[in-house]
Structure formats: structure tokens, C-alpha cells
Nanobody, 122 residues
């Protein structure tokens, strides 16, 4: 059974940077795509980006050029590097395993982590 745990969230000023981690246990995720979603207060869970099993990254339009996803298959960990952060980036961030279907739909993912809070404020 694959389990994911997010960490690295916190409070950061606008324009700052943050790196989130998603650590897997129970099995390796090397054969799967891995994605990040976020959920702001009062809003639905929103697609952020995903890296496919082939190493291709797909982004939501508002994060391209600012966010980068990477993975360390030896450590069984995926990372989300966030730069030039804006107040609109404030949300709980979740990682999950892509299991097929529309890459931008939460229904295409499983094995969700518990989430980590990111707050962008001066």
C-alpha cells in the first residue's frame, strides 16, 4: 500500500520561494506519474502540475515559469519548487499518484497525501 506524506509548507512573503516534499512509503512510485493539487479556503481542489512516468511536465497556466516539479527515485520523494510566490498561491497543497485519465482532473489521481499549508503574505 503506497502512502504519501507532504511537508515543507509554511509562511512566506510575496516573491519568495518554498520547496515542498512528498515522501512515499510502502512501495516505489518510479513507474507512475506524480501530481500536485492545491485547495484554497472555500474553493475546489485545483490542478497545479504533474510529471508523467516519462518525465514530461504539464502545468496549470498560472504556475508555469514559477513552479518546477522533480523527483528523486532513490529517495522515493517528489518535490515542488515554488518561486515568485503570490498571495493567490495560498492553499493546502497535496501530492497524489496519477492513475490514468484527464491529467488535470482530481479523479485521475489516487493515494493522496494529507496536505501541507502554504501561506503567502507580507
Amino acid at each position: 500500500q503506497l502512502q504519501l506524506v507532504e511537508s515543507g509548507g509554511g509562511l512566506v512573503q510575496p516573491g519568495g520561494s518554498l520547496r515542498l516534499s512528498c515522501a512515499a512509503s510502502g512501495r516505489t512510485f518510479s513507474s507512475y506519474g506524480m501530481g500536485w493539487f492545491r485547495q484554497a479556503p472555500g474553493k475546489e481542489r485545483e490542478f497545479v502540475l504533474v510529471i508523467t512516468s516519462g518525465g514530461i511536465t504539464y502545468y496549470a497556466g498560472d504556475v508555469k515559469g514559477r513552479y518546477t516539479i522533480s523527483r528523486d527515485k532513490v529517495k522515493n520523494t517528489v518535490y515542488l519548487q515554488m518561486n515568485s510566490l503570490k498571495p493567490e498561491d495560498t492553499a493546502v497543497y497535496y501530492c497524489a499518484v496519477y492513475v490514468g485519465g484527464d491529467l488535470r482532473s482530481a479523479t485521475s489521481y489516487n493515494y493522496w497525501g494529507q496536505g501541507t499549508q502554504v501561506t503567502v503574505s507580507s
